[in-house]
């Protein structure tokens, strides 16, 4: 399992160099983008094509060649691989087919945009991409409104605006949202603003929504106090209910913010 760069053919270690070399045989996302990789240092290592739509089948010609006492390297187009990338079924496969699985550490969206976003002393919440339709993301995002840790999305650039819109909507707009694109390549920006206006800040120039990004929230606002009633009738209705539901009448008996009610009900189920 080898890094590869992000954008800048430099990001790659010599480790890695060595054993892109050293192997028999490179399963890629896609060859034809890998090849510009292999040929700008010079490695003429034969590839074999592993992306989403043939990675069981790819999976068991990896086994086969193994078995026959090849060596082969995987790689992404970009990153880690399976990261939020082909890979990760492929890996199961060999596993269980006895063979030693080796990471080759090095370059990942995630971890370069995080160590400059200042958000990541307390760990994070890493969900790769949200879900393409509105409405499914909508329900992710809500399921995470609670997360007392920063939250790292994946997007690409023909979904970028409808996802800092949902992420908006339903997140708090006193939370802060770095949005980072085009790591480590020519038009590479990082930037950090309050969450209420990253929709008009993408707006402003359509360049910056060229490119692939990494979009980090800060984490979840301290939750508002609760006064005994409402944490009563919350627990009772929990016992019954689902947690939106729960919240939402909670709500209205005790005249209190239902955001509040929400984080606290997540509190709740998640110590039971």
Same mark, same amino acid.
């Given at each position: 399992?080898?890094?590869?760069?992000?954008?800048?053919?430099?990001?790659?270690?010599?480790?890695?160099?060595?054993?892109?070399?050293?192997?028999?045989?490179?399963?890629?996302?896609?060859?034809?983008?890998?090849?510009?990789?292999?040929?700008?240092?010079?490695?003429?290592?034969?590839?074999?094509?592993?992306?989403?739509?043939?990675?069981?089948?790819?999976?068991?010609?990896?086994?086969?060649?193994?078995?026959?006492?090849?060596?082969?390297?995987?790689?992404?187009?970009?990153?880690?691989?399976?990261?939020?990338?082909?890979? @990760?079924?492929?890996?199961?496969?060999?596993?269980?087919?006895?063979?030693?699985?080796?990471?080759?550490?090095?370059?990942?969206?995630?971890?370069?945009?995080?160590?400059?976003?200042?958000?990541?002393?307390?760990?994070?919440?890493?969900?790769?991409? %949200?879900?393409?339709? @509105? @409405?499914?993301?909508?329900?992710?995002?809500?399921?995470? #409104?609670?997360?007392?840790?920063?939250?790292?999305?994946?997007?690409?650039?023909?979904?970028?605006?409808?996802?800092?819109?949902?992420?908006?909507?339903? %997140?708090?707009?006193?939370?802060?949202?770095?949005?980072?694109?085009?790591?480590?390549?020519?038009?590479?920006?990082?930037?950090?603003?309050?969450?209420?206006?990253?929709?008009?800040?993408?707006?402003?120039?359509?360049?910056?929504?060229?490119?692939?990004?990494?979009?980090?929230?800060?984490?979840?606002?301290?939750?508002?106090? %609760?006064?005994?009633?409402?944490?009563?009738?919350?627990?009772?209705?929990?016992?019954?209910?689902?947690?939106?539901?729960?919240? #939402?009448?909670?709500? #209205?008996?005790?005249?209190?913010?239902?955001?509040?009610?929400?984080? #606290?009900?997540?509190?709740?189920?998640?110590?039971?």
């Amino acid at each position: 399992m080898v890094a590869t760069p992000l954008g800048n053919l430099a990001d790659i270690t010599l480790r890695a160099l060595e054993v892109l070399r050293a192997v028999d045989v490179i399963a890629a996302e896609d060859t034809r983008h890998s090849r510009r990789l292999l040929d700008a240092h010079h490695i003429g290592t034969r590839l074999l094509a592993l992306h989403e739509h043939n990675e069981q089948a790819a999976a068991g010609q990896l086994i086969r060649l193994m078995e026959a006492g090849q060596h082969v390297a995987l790689i992404s187009d970009a990153g880690t691989p399976a990261i939020s990338d082909p890979g @990760s079924r492929a890996v199961t496969r060999v596993r269980e087919a006895g063979f030693r699985i080796v990471p080759i550490p090095g370059a990942c969206a995630a971890i370069a945009a995080l160590c400059a976003s200042g958000f990541g002393e307390s760990g994070f919440h890493f969900s790769g991409f %949200l879900p393409t339709r @509105s @409405s499914a993301r909508r329900a992710a995002l809500e399921a995470l #409104r609670a997360e007392k840790v920063p939250l790292v999305f994946y997007e690409s650039p023909h979904r970028i605006a409808e996802c800092l819109a949902d992420i908006a909507s339903v %997140l708090e707009a006193e939370r802060e949202i770095v949005v980072a694109r085009e790591l480590t390549k020519l038009h590479e920006q990082v930037v950090r603003l309050p969450l209420a206006k990253a929709v008009s800040w993408l707006a402003v120039d359509p360049n910056r929504s060229r490119g692939e990004f990494v979009l980090i929230v800060s984490a979840a606002p301290p939750s508002e106090g %609760l006064d005994a009633q409402a944490e009563r009738v919350l627990r009772l209705l929990l016992a019954e209910l689902p947690v939106k539901t729960a919240a #939402r009448l909670a709500a #209205r008996i005790c005249d209190v913010p239902r955001n509040a009610l929400y984080a #606290r009900a997540l509190e709740l189920k998640a110590a039971l």
